[in-house]
C-alpha cells in the first residue's frame, strides 16, 4: 500500500509498517526525523525527482515523502472486541466512499480512544493515499477488522453484547439519550444515502444530532466525531465517579 505525507509516513513508521521510502530533494525540513527513523529501522531510502512522485501520488501533495507499507494484522470483529482495553467503544462504517471522510474518522477514533472500526472490504474508500493523509497518520495505529457484509456484522456484535447505535438524520432518540458507557457500536452510514436499510434495521437505537441552523445534516466525519466524545465524556464521568466512590470507601 502506498501512503504520502509527513504525518502519515511518520507515523506507518512509528507503527513498523514502512518497507520502503522515496523522497524528493525539495522534500520539507521535518522529513529528517523520518528519514532518521527510516535508518534505525534499516528502511530503505531512495532519492527520486519530485516529478516521479507527483507521477506515483497522482498529483497529491505528498510534501516531498512517498512511502510503502504493509498492511496490518487482518483482524475480524471478535478481534476488535477481544483487544479492547476496559469497555469496548467501536465505529462500524457501512459504505463510506469518500477517502477524505474515511481519514477524518480514522482520525477521530484515535483521538477518542475508540477499540477500532469495521469497515467493508468492498466498495468502500481504500485505506492508502487519500485517506492515511487525511487521517494524520492514524491508519497506522487504528484496528480495523474488514468484513463482507456489514449487516452481519452488526449481527456479530449484538451476539457479543454490544449496543448496535445507528447515526441518521431522521432518528427518533438524541444521541445524547444513549448509555454509552455499556459495550457499544457506533453505526454510521455513507455520504448522501445514510444507512442502508438492513443495517438500519438491525441496530437496536438509532439516533439523531440536532441541528439548529439552516442546513440539516453534518459531513458524516463530524457527526461521528461528535456522538464519539459524547461516549468519552459520559465513560468519564463514570470513572470519575466510580474513583470517588472507591475513596470513600478507604476513607
Known amino acids: 500500500m502506498l501512503i504520502y505525507g509527513i504525518n502519515p509516513v511518520l507515523e506507518a513508521l512509528r507503527a513498523g509498517r514502512v518497507t520502503a521510502i522515496r523522497v524528493s530533494p525539495r ?18 531510502v531512495r532519492r527520486v525527482q ?32 477481544i483487544q479492547a482495553a476496559g469497555t469496548p467503544l467501536v465505529v462500524v462504517l457501512d459504505g463510506i466512499e469518500d477517502p477524505h471522510n474515511l481519514g477524518a474518522i480514522l482520525r477521530t477514533v484515535d ?4 477499540h477500532g472500526v469495521v469497515r467493508q472490504s468492498r466498495h468502500a474508500a481504500g485505506l492508502g493515499g487519500a485517506a ?11 484496528r480495523i477488522a474488514e468484513v463482507v457484509n456489514i449487516a452481519r456484522a452488526v449481527e456479530t456484535l449484538k451476539r457479543a453484547g454490544v449496543w448496535t447505535v445507528g447515526l441518521a438524520g431522521d432518528g427518533q432518540t438524541r444521541y445524547d439519550q444513549i448509555d454509552y458507557t455499556l459495550p457499544t ?20 437505537w438509532v439516533v439523531a ?33 466510580a474513583s470517588k466512590a472507591r475513596s470513600r470507601v478507604e476513607e
Do not use: Y
Open 185 to 204: 457500536a457506533l453505526v454510521v452510514g455513507g455520504e448522501g444515502a445514510g444507512l442502508r436499510r438492513l443495517v438500519r434495521d438491525r441496530c437496536d
Open 27 to 44: 522534500a520539507d525540513d521535518r522529513v529528517s526525523d523520518a528519514l532518521k527513523r527510516a535508518g534505525e529501522q534499516g528502511v530503505p
Open 111 to 114: 483521538a477518542a480512544g475508540a
Open 209 to 241: 444530532i440536532p441541528m439548529r441552523g439552516h442546513v440539516q445534516s453534518l459531513n458524516v466525519s463530524v457527526a461521528t466525531g461528535i456522538v464519539l466524545f459524547e461516549a468519552v465524556r459520559q465513560r468519564t464521568h463514570r470513572d470519575a465517579t
Open 50 to 81: 519530485a516529478v516521479d512522485l507527483d507521477r506515483e501520488t497522482r498529483g497529491a501533495m505528498h510534501q516531498g515523502l512517498v512511502a510503502d507499507v504493509r498492511s496490518g494484522a487482518a483482524l475480524s470483529v471478535e478481534d476488535l472486541l
Open 132 to 142: 492515511a493523509k487525511a487521517s494524520a497518520g492514524a491508519v497506522a495505529h487504528v
